[in-house]
């Protein structure tokens, strides 16, 4: 008999989702949503909905609500890019994936934040292909030496380049998905490939309150036709963009992530759909949106718990921090975060690396919310009985000189009973002082050049890669940029792409 | 910790109660100089003023529309009642936000308040040929591909709250749409609000179509939003940067100086 529970941690009585779904339902049907997308206005006539074309509102009813809840997949699997491993991303399995699209990066020596280039970005990309607790990548870093209206897909084309991890990302322009799911399907070999193994998920963010932008909602078309997941951010802020409440957020954040639901399913019934968001608490001294706020986290830990009532794949912007440098309020933010996120079982939690309200990413950072990553996987594995007896027959003639570091039972349990931190200080004192009285911030410094030197990054098959380039320049050329940025694969000047 | 704060609460409060008797008599006082007024008139008006005040203070609305209407209604000066009523009061409320007392929502309140205000004293002021006193003519919007209205609409509401004539262009704005609409009405200001870090660029193309149209320096340039910061607007060669809405009005009304 199993006698290990998985910790959970669940917010709302089931009456209380019942009601805030309801009140989703009502507000769907009676004060509708607006899209702002012309095909999608097709797609819900053509399905019998009132739409009211002068305003692009759309009158959703309960019943489309249900039918499309009941043929949107409540599990998705997810592949790397070799196509071999699989992730499970539904129930209550926990991947967390680094924060996204940050315009930003800290540099480690000025402790500044600067605008990031190719490559930070691909440093970024290398590092988090490296650490283990980061189950997916995420295209983090907005490059600023390529175009802005070209820098959706350049992120994806470097993380495809030098990562083998399936991927979180987005378009910022209904022309970027093209050349994005051109790159995909190149390294997959086929759509159909690449739609019995999905390697990216994308994001679309309706806009609070109650809207579905053009670009966001095509977004979803687009992926729901291609067999891509789509991961939908409503993201109301309490007391501006939606109702102060922490529960009438709630009700407004399922009625828009439903309606992206229901276009994704109008656009390709059984279209893989992941139930997510990046809500916030809205300080209403600072007027900004804090992330690390703990109502914050309720808000995501509650959505959650209502899309698992729904039967979905679930997502979240946890394990982050508003904190501008490697400060402990960037270190408590996300570790609450991150303990949260995973004992509310949430599928896909993007966070680790990020600071400032979703703007700036950090590798240091990103070294240390790994571990404190490994360790929410660590609780949420739970306590588990490993052998029967537990432990009686290791008293077997026991004396006062009995220790346990040297029984067998010990060298055996003890690499999966404990995980073992590489920049969490547990030196003692004088050791620490030895090692020249080093801050987190800074051991983790070391950890990333380290794991950067010692680890060949995991390229592209070379003749893939050059399809990916060809499609990168195209989409370049289309506007107006020919020179890409040169990238450095390895130490030496020589290994260059893209000159 | 605890105690501090609440140490710190009843100081508040203690303070806020001092300020309340000195206020009220000061009220006392000014009842008692208007009883030993002759003039009904002035009693009244005075009154109304310290209503006007108290409306938009208290963010009531109704109050402060129906206060408009009295005026008009007695042919109360204006431009005095919003001089000496209404922006007297919206003052206090930017006080009051200094002093941590008066958070966002409050502050939003009585801006609309004074919209609504001033939306019925304009029309009569037209109608009397009467100039509105305007500290200059702001156009304001999100930029294009950014759909985010309500930092935007904060600074619109307190600049104009503040005696700037707004033109509200809202969100998702062509770059375009901004040199037109300050071009035809002759703005002083143009402002650019931004949420998202991919659409905050627009922020710097505008400057540069500006510059296309040698148009540059013709309009003070005020960015703001979420991910812009005082080095971008720097960078970017904008006139202004505003953190908030409350800093908005200050650095507006700073560049009037320049």
């Known amino acids: ?499 | 910790m605890l105690k501090g704060r609440s140490m710190n609460r009843k100081m508040r409060k203690e303070k806020l109660k001092k300020e309340k008797n000195t206020k009220e008599r000061i009220v006392e006082k000014e009842k008692n100089r208007n009883k030993l007024n002759s003039k009904g008139e002035n009693v009244s008006k005075e009154e109304l003023l310290t209503k006007m005040k108290k409306s938009i203070i208290e963010g009531n609305k109704d109050e402060a529309k129906a206060l408009a209407r009295e005026a008009v209604e007695k042919h109360v000066d204006l431009n005095e009642a919003i001089d000496e009523g209404y922006v007297p009061g919206i003052q206090k409320v930017g006080d009051l936000w200094e002093e941590g007392e008066y958070f966002l929502p409050e502050l939003i309140t009585s801006a609309e308040c004074m919209k609504a205000a001033m939306g019925v004293l304009k029309p009569e002021l037209k109608k009397a040929q009467i100039k509105a006193k305007s500290l200059g003519k702001v156009v304001i919007g999100t930029v294009e591909g950014d759909i985010h209205d309500i930092g935007k609409s904060l600074v619109s509401s307190m600049l104009s709250a503040n005696g700037f004539e707004v033109i509200d262009l809202g969100a998702d704005v062509k770059l375009e749409k901004f040199i037109e609409m300050a071009e035809a009405e002759d703005a002083d200001f143009i402002c650019l609000s931004a949420l998202l870090t991919t659409t905050m660029l627009g922020q710097k193309k505008f400057i540069e179509l500006l510059k296309e149209k040698n148009l540059f320096g013709r309009f003070k340039i005020m960015v703001g939003g979420a991910p812009v910061n005082q080095k971008w607007a720097d960078d970017i060669s904008a006139d202004g940067y505003a953190e908030n809405a409350m800093t908005a009005v200050k650095e507006a009304k700073n560049l009037l100086r320049k």
């Open chain 1, 1 to 499: 008999m199993n006698l290990t529970i998985r910790p959970k941690l669940e917010l709302l009585k089931k009456e209380l989702i019942e009601k805030i779904i309801e009140e989703a339902y009502i507000i769907l049907e009676k004060q509708g949503v607006y899209v702002e997308n012309i095909e999608a206005l097709e797609l819900f006539k053509e399905a019998g909905i009132r739409v009211d074309d002068e305003t692009q509102r759309v009158f959703i009813t309960s019943q489309l609500v249900e039918d499309s809840l009941s043929s949107t997949p409540s599990v998705i699997k997810l592949y790397d890019r070799s196509g071999d491993k699989e992730f499970i991303v539904g129930e209550d399995e926990v991947h967390f994936d680094p924060g996204s699209t940050a315009v930003t990066i800290i540099d480690h020596k000025t402790q500044e934040q600067r605008k990031a280039l190719t490559e930070d970005l691909v440093k970024f990309t290398r590092l988090t292909d490296c650490l283990d607790h980061l189950h997916f990548q995420s295209t983090g870093i907005i490059s600023s030496d390529v175009p802005e209206i070209i820098s959706d897909s350049y992120r994806l084309y470097i993380c495809l380049q030098f990562s083998e991890k399936p991927i979180v990302t987005g378009t910022f322009r209904v022309e970027g998905f093209k050349p994005m799911k051109d790159m995909l399907v190149a390294v997959r070999g086929s759509e159909k490939a690449l739609e019995e193994r999905p390697l990216a998920i994308f994001d679309a963010c309706p806009s609070p309150a109650l809207k579905w932008s053009n670009l966001t909602t095509q977004s979803l078309i687009d992926c729901a036709r291609a067999g891509i997941p789509s991961e939908l951010i409503s993201m109301g802020m309490t007391g501006a963009t939606s109702p102060v409440t922490i529960a009438g957020t709630l009700v407004q954040h399922v009625a828009e992530n439903l309606c992206g639901l229901v276009i994704c399913q109008l656009a390709k019934k059984g279209a893989p759909v992941i139930f997510g968001g990046s809500p916030s608490s809205f300080d209403m001294r600072k007027g900004t949106t804090p992330m690390g706020a703990i109502e914050t986290m309720m808000i995501d830990s509650a959505y959650a718990q209502i899309a698992k009532h729904l039967n979905l794949p679930t997502h979240a912007y946890m394990g982050l921090s508003d904190a501008k440098i490697n400060d402990s309020q960037a270190g408590l933010e996300t570790g609450i975060g991150a303990v949260l996120a995973a004992l509310s079982g949430i599928n896909v939690i993007s966070g680790p690396g990020m600071m400032d309200f979703e703007s700036c990413q950090s590798l240091e950072k990103l070294v240390i919310d790994n571990e404190i990553c490994g360790m929410a996987y660590r609780l949420i594995e739970g306590i588990s009985q490993r052998e029967d007896p537990i432990a009686t027959n290791l008293f077997d003639g026991f004396t006062k000189e009995t220790q346990f570091l040297s029984m067998p039972h010990t060298r055996k349990w003890y690499r999966q009973e404990h995980i073992f931190p590489r920049v969490i200080d547990r030196d003692t004192y004088d050791y620490w002082v030895s090692l020249g009285k080093k801050s987190m911030d800074d051991r983790a410094s070391e950890e990333a050049e380290k794991i950067l030197r010692e680890n060949s990054p995991s390229l592209l098959d070379k003749n893939i890669f050059q399809e990916l380039h060809k499609i990168m320049l195209s989409d370049a050329r289309n506007n107006s940029f020919s020179a890409l940025p040169e990238i450095k694969i390895g130490s030496s000047p020589k290994e260059l792409i893209g000159s």
